[in-house]
Structure formats: C-alpha cells, structure tokens
C-alpha cells in the first residue's frame, strides 16, 4: 500500500510523522488518483470494437473522464458536504447540505450560488459558479470514493438514480443545464473534457449496447 493510500484507509490520527502529516493535508477521500482528464475521444472512435458488451464497457471508461472529473464530483461527494477545487477539498465556508440538498434554511447555497457564474477578486476566488438549480446531488448519487464500474452500476440503478430509466440518464447527462455547468465553470476553473454533446453521444453508445458496465 502506498503512504498516500495507508492514510486514506487509516486516517491521519495513526499516524505521528510529519512525513504522514504532509501527505493527508494533500490527499482527501473522493481525490482521483490521476490528474483530471483533459481530451475526451469521440463516440466514433469505438466502432471498430467487435464485442458489444467490450464496446459498451469503452464507451463508459470513456465517458468517465467526465463522470470522475472534479467539476462533477465536487457535487456528488460521500458526504452532504459539497467539495471544491480540482483536488476536491472540504467545501469553504463549511457547508452541509442536509436532506434537502439546498442547505440549511437561511444559508441555502442560492445565498452564494447565483443564477449564473459571478466573476470575484476576493480571497484568491476568481470566481463564484452559479446555475439556477445549484444544489447537491442526493445522497444516494454519491460517487466520491467509489469505482468507476461502482458508479456506473449506480447511475442506471432507478433505486439510486433518481427513478430514472436509461433515457431519462441519457437526456441528463446529454441536455441537463446543470450537468452542462461543468464545461462553463467560470473563472479559475478547468472545464470537463471535451463538450456536453460529445459526452452525450459516449452515453448513447454506451445505452445502445446495453449499458454494460466496467469490472
Ligand atoms: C457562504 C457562501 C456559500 C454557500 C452558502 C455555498 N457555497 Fe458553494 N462555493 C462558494 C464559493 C465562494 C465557491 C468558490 C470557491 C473557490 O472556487 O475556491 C464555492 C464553490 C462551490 C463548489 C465548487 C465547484 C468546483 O468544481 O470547484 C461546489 C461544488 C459548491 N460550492 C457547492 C455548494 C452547495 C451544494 C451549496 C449548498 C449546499 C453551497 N455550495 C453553498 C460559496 C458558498
Ligand atoms: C452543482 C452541483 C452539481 C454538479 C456540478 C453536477 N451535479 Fe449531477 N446532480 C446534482 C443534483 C442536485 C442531482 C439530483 C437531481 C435530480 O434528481 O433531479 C444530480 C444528479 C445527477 C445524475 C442523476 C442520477 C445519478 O445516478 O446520479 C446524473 C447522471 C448526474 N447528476 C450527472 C452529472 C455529471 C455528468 C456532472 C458533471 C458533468 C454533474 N452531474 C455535475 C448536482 C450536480
């Protein structure tokens, strides 16, 4: 095991070193182990894959560079708190979001979180994200700390996923606005890969031969 996974599987109290120390100050639950992803291929790319279970597997890994990527995941976090940042810390102001996922009353997250992206100078934030339905995913459509085949078993699970059908994932994840945030996340802040468009069709190929997900 790795130091960096010793810590996250025992937590900091463990642990006495400073060596130990330097790394959990870095490193938090739902971090991906490798950088974010940058370019996404095209549906199309996949075609040549015969097997339509192995194609469909490619098209999720594909599709979840997305999926994975911080500007999603810091909404989808293992906790009711929401994460910032592309190493997905602990949301600043310290923020819970509660059964509702808006927040408690009178700090819901609209009292920060406009309509649409706010461009700041204060604090370092060069920007506040903003969206008309700016809250958290619900508990049950936490991914933070899970795989990729787990996240994939969840998201077309209607007990987890908001009682939905394929369709209703594919016009999500390809038409939502709120999902579409993460390629227009604002000032100081790095896009999903690739465009909403070309996710969406990852996730039509992806339905079409069965929603199979990875291992
Ligand atoms: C008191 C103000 C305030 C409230 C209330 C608030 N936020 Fe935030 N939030 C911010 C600021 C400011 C930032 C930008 C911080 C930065 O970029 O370093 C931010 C950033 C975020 C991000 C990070 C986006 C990213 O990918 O980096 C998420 C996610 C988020 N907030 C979710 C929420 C949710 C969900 C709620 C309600 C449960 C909420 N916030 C309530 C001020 C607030
Ligand atoms: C600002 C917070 C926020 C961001 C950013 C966000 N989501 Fe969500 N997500 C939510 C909320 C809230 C729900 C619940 C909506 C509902 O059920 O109507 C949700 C639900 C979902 C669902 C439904 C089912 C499930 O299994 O989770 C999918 C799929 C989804 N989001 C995908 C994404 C993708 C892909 C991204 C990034 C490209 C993303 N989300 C970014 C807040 C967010």
Redesign the pocket.
């Known amino acids: 095991m790795t130091a960096a996974a010793t810590v996250r599987r025992f937590g900091v109290v463990a642990f006495g070193s400073a060596a130990a120390l330097a790394v959990a100050v870095s490193t938090y639950p739902g971090e991906a182990a490798a950088p974010p992803a940058t370019e996404l291929r095209d549906a199309a790319s996949f075609a040549s894959i015969r097997s339509a279970d192995a194609r469909s597997q490619a098209y999720f890994t594909e599709a979840a560079k997305v999926i994975m990527h911080?500007?999603c995941m810091?909404?989808h976090p293992a906790t009711r708190r929401?994460?910032?940042?592309?190493n997905m810390h602990p949301?600043?102001?310290p923020?819970?979001?509660?059964e509702s996922?808006?927040?408690p009353a009178g700090?819901?997250?609209s009292?920060?979180?406009g309509d649409a992206n706010v461009t700041?100078y204060t604090a370092?934030?060069?920007?506040?994200?903003g969206n008309s339905h700016?809250?958290?995913a619900p508990a049950s459509m936490a991914w933070q700390g899970l795989s990729m085949g787990d996240i994939c078993r969840q998201v077309r699970d209607p007990k987890r996923n908001g009682d939905r059908d394929l369709e209703a994932i594919y016009h999500h994840m390809a038409e939502d606005h709120l999902v579409g945030w993460a390629w227009h996340?604002g000032d100081?802040?790095v896009p999903a890969p690739g465009t909403q468009k070309a996710f969406g069709a990852l996730i039509r190929g992806w339905i079409d031969t069965g929603a199979k997900c990875p291992a």
């Open positions: 911080p500007r810091n909404c929401p994460t910032q940042g592309d949301h600043e102001p923020m819970f979001a509660g996922n808006i927040g700090l819901a997250c009292s920060c979180h700041t370092g934030i060069r920007s506040i994200p700016w809250s958290l996340p100081g802040r």
